[in-house]
C-alpha cells in the first residue's frame, strides 16, 4: 500500500505542503515516513520509524527546504519498518531520491546484478530503483526521465514512484504500474499523489496516469508519455468536486465515527444517482447470460448481500466470489458470455482488479461500483457507478458499505421492473422505503449510540465474539464480526444462524457474547430458534431487532432497535449500530480505530 506524493512549486519550499499531503495519505500506511527535497545542489532528507507526526516531532519535516521534493509514508513488505527501510531510497552518489509503492517482483535478481557495483543500505525492493537510474544516468548520460523509463523497462512488478534528481531540480518524475497515482495541476506547481485526497487542499484539476505511463512534471507544464517510448499522451483532466474539510475529521475524535455519522448524507446522495446511470446497470446485468460478483472485504460482503437482493427481488441468478479467490474459482468458466459486477470502494484494490483483468482478459464485461473516480477499476470497466460517500479517510469501511449496499437495491429494483418480476406499485413502495433508509440511519445514530456505548464498554474485554444472522442477515454479521476483528483486535466469527449448531456452538459457554442481526423478514421465526440455541447454553445475547419487536426482547441481554426498514434492505440500517460497537470496544481498549495495526486503506498487493 504505502502513500506517495511529489510537488514542484514555482516560489516556495515544498516540504510543509508534502508533510500535509502525506497526513491525508497515512491510511495507507503507518510504519514510517520520510521527505527528500533539493537545495543547493544536494538531496536533503528526514526519514524515520512511526507515524508521521511522531516522526515531525522528533525532525521537524517542515524545515526541509527546497522547492521540488518527494514523501512517502510506508507500509512494510520488503523489510521491518525501521529508519533505514523508510523512503526515500538513494542511489550510491546520494543525488537520485525514488519514493515508491508497490513490489518489485525481480528485485532480488536486480539488486544481485546492481549488488556487485552499488552499496545498498535498506532490505527494500525500491532501493534497486534509485541504483539502476544512477547506473543508467553514468552509463549513458541521459536524462533523468529517460534514464527513469529505462530503468522500469528493467522492472516486473507493480509500481508508482516519484524520483527526483540533484542535477535536474526543475523536474519530478513519476511512473505507474498497476499502483495508484494522479497528477495535480496548480498555478505555478504541480503535484503528484496516491490518491485525490492528497491534493485536495492544493487543487482540484487533476490529470489520471495509466498503468504503463510515465510523466515529466514541471512547475508549468506536464509531459506524458508510455514507458516503452512509443506513445506520448494527452491525459484526461477531471475537476474534483470533494472539499479539503471532507477529507477532516470535523471535530469528532476519529474519522471513523465522523464517517459514521456521515452515513445519512452519504445515502441520501446515492440514492440521487441519475436513474439512467442505474438503469444503464441493471439492463447491462440483465443482459448477461453468466453474472459473478467480485470484491474484497467489506466490499464483498456488499456483494453477497447484492447476490441476495438479485435472487429476491429481481430473480436474477448472480455467483457471489471473493476477488483472491476469483480467477482459482472460475478456471474455464468466464468467455464473452459473462459480466463482472465489481465492487471496490477505492478502485484500487490489487486482489478485485486482478480478478476484473482476468475476467476482462477472457472476455467479459466488466460493470463497476466505486467510490473514487477515475479509480483504475472505473478504468478496466465498460460501465462504472460512482457511490456518492465522499472521501472516507479511516481504514475501517463504514459509509461506503451502505453506499454500495444502497447501490445494489436500486439497481436490483431496477432489474425487477425490467424483467417484470414486480409489479410496478411494489417496486414504488420498495423504492420509497429505501428512500427511507437516511432517515432511519439518522434515528439510530441519534437514539441508539449512547446504549450501543455502554454495551460496548460491557463487553470489551470479552475474548471472543459471534455473529449471527440468516439470509441477506448473515451479510450484515459478516460485516460486524469483520469491524470488531479490525479495529479492536477481538476475534469474532460470523455464521449462518442455521449453520452454527454444526460446529460453532460448541465453542458457547457462560457468558459468551453472540451478536444476532434479527429483522423481521423470513427468516425471523427461525433465528428464534436459533437464539434459544446458544441462550440454553449460556451465551449474552446482543439483538439488533426492530424497534418493538417484543419477541426478540424477552430472548436478549440487549437489544438494539432499528426503526422500520424495507426487509431486503436491512444490512443498510442494521450495520450502524455494530458499526458503532465495534468503534466503541475498540477506543476502550485504547486503539485507533483510524490506524489499525497490520492494514491499511487500500490494499494494492496480492
Ligand atoms: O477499496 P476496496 O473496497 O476494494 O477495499 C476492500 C477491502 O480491502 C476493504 O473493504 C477492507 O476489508 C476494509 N478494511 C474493511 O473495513
Not at 500506511?29 to 521527505?35: K, N, R
Not at 484500487?348 to 476484473?356: F, G, H, S, W
Not at 477499476?377 to 460501465?383: A, F, T
Not at 451478536?515 to 423481521?520: K, L, N, Q, Y
Amino acid at each position: 500500500m504505502c502513500g506517495i506524493v511529489g510537488i514542484i512549486e514555482k516560489n516556495s519550499s515544498v516540504s510543509p505542503l508534502i508533510h500535509e499531503a502525506l497526513k491525508r495519505l497515512e491510511y495507507r500506511g503507518y510504519d514510517s515516513a520520510g521527505i527528500a527535497t533539493i537545495h543547493q545542489n544536494s538531496i536533503c532528507i528526514k526519514k524515520d520509524k512511526g507515524k508521521i507526526d511522531e516522526i515531525h516531532q522528533k525532525l521537524d519535516l517542515d524545515s526541509l527546504p527546497g522547492r521540488i521534493g518527494i514523501g512517502h509514508t510506508r507500509w512494510a513488505t520488503h523489510g521491518l519498518p525501521s529508519k533505514i527501510n523508510a523512503h526515500p531510497h538513494l542511489d550510491c552518489t546520494k543525488k537520485i531520491a525514488v519514493v515508491h509503492n508497490g513490489i518489485i517482483e525481480n528485485f532480488l535478481e536486480l539488486r544481485e546484478d546492481l549488488e556487485r557495483r552499488h552499496r545498498f543500505e535498506s532490505e527494500t525492493d525500491t532501493e534497486v530503483i534509485p541504483h539502476l537510474i544512477e547506473e543508467i544516468i553514468l552509463k549513458t548520460r541521459c536524462d533523468l526521465y529517460t534514464a527513469t523509463r529505462k530503468a522500469l523497462q528493467k522492472i516486473r512488478g507493480t509500481y508508482a514512484i516519484v524520483v527526483i534528481y540533484v542535477e535536474e531540480p526543475n523536474v519530478l518524475v513519476c511512473a505507474r504500474n498497476e499502483s495508484p497515482l494522479v497528477i495535480g495541476i496548480g498555478k505555478n506547481a504541480n503535484y503528484c499523489a496516491s490518491d485525490i485526497t492528497a491534493l485536495l487542499p492544493f487543487t482540484k484539476k487533476i490529470a489520471l496516469l495509466n498503468d504503463g505511463e510515465i510523466a515529466a512534471i514541471n512547475y508549468d507544464k506536464i509531459h506524458v508519455e508510455t514507458i516503452n517510448g512509443e506513445v506520448v499522451v494527452k491525459p484526461e483532466i477531471y475537476d474534483i468536486s470533494w472539499s479539503p474539510e471532507m477529507a477532516q475529521k470535523g471535530g469528532y475524535p476519529h474519522f471513523m465515527l465522523k464517517e459514521i455519522h456521515e452515513q445519512p448524507h452519504a445515502l441520501t446522495g446515492t440514492l440521487l444517482i441519475r436513474p439512467e446511470i442505474i438503469d444503464q446497470v441493471a439492463r447491462a446485468l440483465n443482459d448477461s447470460k453468466k453474472l459473478y460478483i467480485t470484491a474484497a472485504g467489506t466490499s464483498n460482503h456488499a456483494g453477497l448481500a447484492g447476490k441476495y437482493m438479485f435472487s429476491k427481488l429481481s430473480a436474477l441468478q448472480s455467483q457471489a466470489i471473493i476477488s483472491s479467490e476469483f480467477q482459482e474459482s472460475t478456471t474455464n468458466l468466464i468467455d464473452q458470455d459473462t459480466t463482472i459486477l465489481a465492487i471496490s470502494q477505492s478502485g484500487e484494490t490489487a486482489d478485485t482488479l486482478n480478478a476484473v483483468r482476468f475476467a476482462k482478459n477472457n472476455g467479459a464485461k466488466i460493470i463497476s461500483v466505486t467510490n473514487v473516480m477515475g479509480s483504475t477499476i472505473s478504468r478496466l470497466s465498460d460501465l462504472t457507478l460512482y457511490t456518492q460517500a465522499g472521501p472516507e479517510i479511516g481504514v475501517a469501511a463504514t459509509k461506503t458499505f451502505i453506499v454500495q449496499l444502497a447501490s445494489l437495491a436500486l439497481i436490483s429494483l431496477q432489474i425487477a421492473e425490467i424483467r417484470g418480476v414486480l409489479e410496478s406499485r411494489e417496486v414504488d413502495q420498495l423504492r420509497e422505503g429505501l428512500m427511507q433508509t437516511p432517515k432511519i440511519v439518522e434515528k439510530t445514530l441519534k437514539k441508539e449510540e449512547s446504549l450501543v456505548r455502554d454495551i460496548a464498554y460491557e463487553y470489551a474485554y470479552k475474548p471472543n465474539f459471534l455473529f449471527l444472522g440468516r439470509g441477506i442477515s448473515t451479510t450484515t454479521a459478516m460485516e460486524g464480526s469483520l469491524k470488531l476483528k479490525e479495529i479492536a483486535y477481538i476475534h469474532s466469527e460470523a455464521y449462518p444462524a442455521g449453520e452454527s449448531k454444526h460446529g460453532p456452538i460448541a465453542l458457547i459457554e457462560p457468558g459468551f457474547p453472540v451478536v444476532f442481526i434479527t429483522p423481521p423478514d423470513e427468516t425471523h421465526e427461525k433465528i428464534i430458534g436459533n437464539i434459544m440455541e446458544v441462550k440454553a447454553r449460556g451465551a449474552k445475547i446482543i439483538s439488533i431487532a426492530e424497534q418493538n419487536d417484543h419477541d426478540i426482547k424477552k430472548l436478549s441481554d440487549k437489544i438494539i432497535s432499528i426503526p422500520p426498514t424495507p426487509t431486503p434492505f436491512s444490512p443498510i440500517t442494521y450495520i450502524v449500530p455494530l458499526q458503532l460497537l465495534a468503534y466503541y470496544i475498540a477506543t476502550k481498549r485504547g486503539f485507533d480505530p483510524d490506524k489499525p495495526r497490520n492494514l491499511a486503506k487500500s490494499v494494492t498487493v496480492l
